[in-house]
């Protein structure tokens, strides 16, 4: 680990609780640590303030499904009580987990999204972005002292709406958690084949994913004939408000904006565009393509204003 921290520093960042750890521990520590999606200066760089949502979201329905099983409790008290405790998201936590931090990106203050892959339209998002946080911290808490979440469908509700998530398996995957004590086992396995999919797709490398994938196998929750529809590729941070389309519309037209909106949304959650909305974003495309064929110059300088643009946003 490069950073040598003071027993101050560590009590700080532990929760008043003044901790020396030895040589051996620093070593543990960044092993932990190198494992972890939220890494700093690392792979969240690679993360959009999109992907952050999303995840978090993802982590909260992996932890509401193990909860299900008594068996599995002891660990989701434990992953909940590390991230409970430091409710306003106000600093980076290299020893909290991976959904302390995402929150942390999604609410933090300015450098919290600087770390991201495009702090420009991180900070943009931000602005209009208002996650219920009380609730989730009081789902947390819940969770981490073993007690039953109260009004957890409100709260997922709540973060699906303000975090704009609109895929429509993770709306299944909430519905159904909600009533789950009513679901046969095959719509149960279902569920959570769904959840395994996104979870090996987006959470790859977090520090949820072991755990989760072994809940899976011991509890036999994986079916073998169902399609995997997730993408893997991090979700680019596209803005469709009306002041965007009011300077679309110099792009496709005036008749074009309403279709354009559509396909905007739809390049955004990684759904396919139907010929129409294509059609109307097209002018757009042109655009671009008689720059590549009037050659390199002008692709660069279309790269340079490109540039110049995201530092002014």
Same mark, same amino acid.
Request: positive net charge; contains cysteine.
């Given at each position: 680990m490069a950073e040598k921290y003071t027993a101050a520093e560590w009590a700080a960042m532990e929760g008043g609780h003044e901790?020396?750890?030895? $040589?051996?521990?620093?070593?543990?520590?960044?092993?932990?640590? $190198?494992?972890?999606?939220?890494?700093?200066?690392?792979?969240?760089?690679?993360? @959009?303030?999109?992907?952050?949502?999303?995840?978090?979201?993802?982590?909260?329905?992996?932890?509401? @499904?193990?909860?299900?099983?008594?068996?599995?409790?002891?660990?989701?008290?434990?992953? @909940?009580?590390? @991230?409970?405790?430091? $409710?306003?998201?106000?600093?980076?936590?290299?020893?909290?987990?991976?959904?302390?931090?995402?929150?942390?990106?999604?609410?933090?203050?300015?450098?919290?999204?600087?770390?991201?892959?495009?702090?420009?339209a991180a900070k943009a998002l931000k602005a209009k972005t208002r996650l219920p946080v009380p609730a989730i911290n009081r789902y947390i808490n819940s969770l981490a002292t073993g007690s039953e979440p109260t009004l957890a469908s409100k709260m997922f509700i709540d973060f699906e709406t303000a975090g704009k998530i609109t895929n429509a398996d993770y709306k299944a995957i909430r519905r159904n958690l909600a009533t789950w004590d009513r679901l046969t086992k095959a719509e149960r396995r279902l569920l959570a084949t769904r959840l395994i999919f996104a979870v090996r797709a987006k959470l790859r490398n977090s520090d949820i994913i072991e755990d989760f994938e072994k809940f899976a196998a011991v509890k036999d929750l994986e079916k073998t004939n169902v399609t995997d529809p997730e993408p893997t590729i991090s979700r680019p941070d596209i803005s469709s408000t009306p002041g965007d389309l009011a300077l679309y519309r110099y792009l496709v037209g005036n008749k074009n904006l309403?279709?354009?909106?559509?396909?905007? $949304?739809?390049?955004?959650?990684?759904?396919?565009?139907?010929?129409?909305?294509?059609?109307?974003?097209?002018?757009?495309?042109?655009?671009?393509?008689?720059?590549?064929?009037?050659?390199?110059?002008?692709?660069?300088?279309?790269?340079?204003?490109?540039?110049?643009?995201?530092?002014?946003?």
């Open positions: 901790v020396i750890p030895s $040589e051996e521990s620093f070593s543990f520590l960044k092993d932990l640590h $190198e494992s972890r999606m939220t890494k700093d200066n690392g792979p969240s760089q690679k993360l @959009t303030y999109t992907d952050c949502i999303e995840r978090a979201y993802l982590i909260l329905l992996a932890l509401e @499904t193990m909860r299900q099983f008594e068996d599995f409790q002891p660990y989701v008290q434990r992953y @909940t009580k590390k @991230t409970a405790g430091f $409710e306003l998201y106000k600093y980076y936590r290299i020893m909290g987990t991976d959904l302390y931090n995402f929150i942390y990106f999604v609410v933090g203050n300015d450098s919290a999204q600087n770390k991201l892959k495009d702090p420009a309403a279709l354009t909106k559509k396909f905007l $949304e739809a390049a955004k959650d990684g759904k396919a565009a139907s010929a129409s909305m294509v059609q109307a974003y097209l002018p757009a495309i042109e655009m671009i393509d008689t720059l590549v064929q009037a050659g390199p110059a002008y692709v660069q300088q279309l790269r340079a204003l490109h540039s110049r643009a995201k530092k002014r946003q």
